[in-house]
């Protein structure tokens, strides 16, 4: 058995799931973040290094490492990706304008530093609940924009969700993701 299964396995046993959560700042990690541990997301700031919360969901603990994303924190990414499970990359559907640049960071801090490799990624398009336009739409957009396909061959490896920190919004369905691809594993 070679160490990563054997990893792999002690964390099943564990019911451990970390998770690392990144994306440009203002993009609400954070948050998501407050939103899934229940707390007031009014006292949210700019997350200036990276913070640690745990959650149980579906009788796992989620580890979440929730990192800073104003530009001079970005060159830190590369840190954070040992003994990852998924990533959550945020998006702000608010700010259509820096989705080049967030794609861009996307690919050259993660894809292309192969850091996805036996991970699994997860888009998060927040902010939906300001969202005027239709949410299935929005989907469908910014799947045509971000290609996934092309960079990440693996469909089952990836998946993009509509969310909102603010109102919960898809939360749930983001969470029951994580732990159901976990136990099918
Ligand atoms: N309307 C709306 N605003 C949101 C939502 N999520 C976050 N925000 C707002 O977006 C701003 C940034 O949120 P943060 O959670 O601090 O963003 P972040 O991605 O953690 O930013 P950094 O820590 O700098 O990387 C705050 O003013 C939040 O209130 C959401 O779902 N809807
Ligand atoms: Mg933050």
């Given at each position: 058995m070679g160490l990563l299964t054997i990893i792999k396995k002690q964390k099943e046993k564990d019911h451990e799931i970390r998770i690392l959560m990144l994306g440009l700042d203002n993009a609400g990690k954070t948050t998501i973040v407050t939103s899934v541990l229940g707390l007031p997301i009014s006292k949210v700031s700019p997350t200036?290094?990276?913070?640690?919360?745990?959650?149980?969901h579906g009788g796992y603990n989620l580890n979440?490492?929730?990192?800073?994303?104003?530009?001079?924190?970005?060159?830190?990414?590369?840190?954070?990706?040992?003994k990852t499970d998924v990533v959550?990359?945020?998006?702000?559907?608010?700010?259509?304008?820096?989705?080049?640049?967030?794609?861009?960071?996307?690919?050259?801090?993660?894809?292309?530093?192969?850091?996805?490799?036996?991970?699994?990624?997860?888009?998060?398009?927040?902010?939906?609940?300001?969202?005027?336009?239709?949410?299935?739409?929005?989907?469908?957009?910014?799947?045509a924009?971000?290609?996934?396909?092309?960079?990440?061959?693996?469909?089952?490896?990836?998946?993009?969700f509509p969310v909102s920190g603010k109102s919960g919004f898809g939360i749930e369905k983001v969470l029951d993701w994580i732990v159901e691809n976990e136990r099918n594993e």
């Open positions: 200036m290094g990276f913070e640690i919360k745990t959650v149980n979440i490492w929730d990192i800073g994303g104003q530009t001079t924190l970005r060159g830190f990414w590369g840190n954070y990706f040992d959550l990359w945020v998006i702000d559907c608010l700010s259509m304008e820096r989705l080049d640049e967030s794609f861009a960071e996307l690919r050259q801090k993660v894809i292309e530093q192969d850091r996805l490799v036996g991970l699994k990624l997860l888009i998060l398009i927040n902010k939906v609940d300001l969202y005027e336009g239709g949410i299935s739409e929005l989907v469908l957009q910014i799947t924009i971000l290609q996934l396909n092309e960079y990440v061959p693996d469909r089952s490896s990836w998946e993009i």
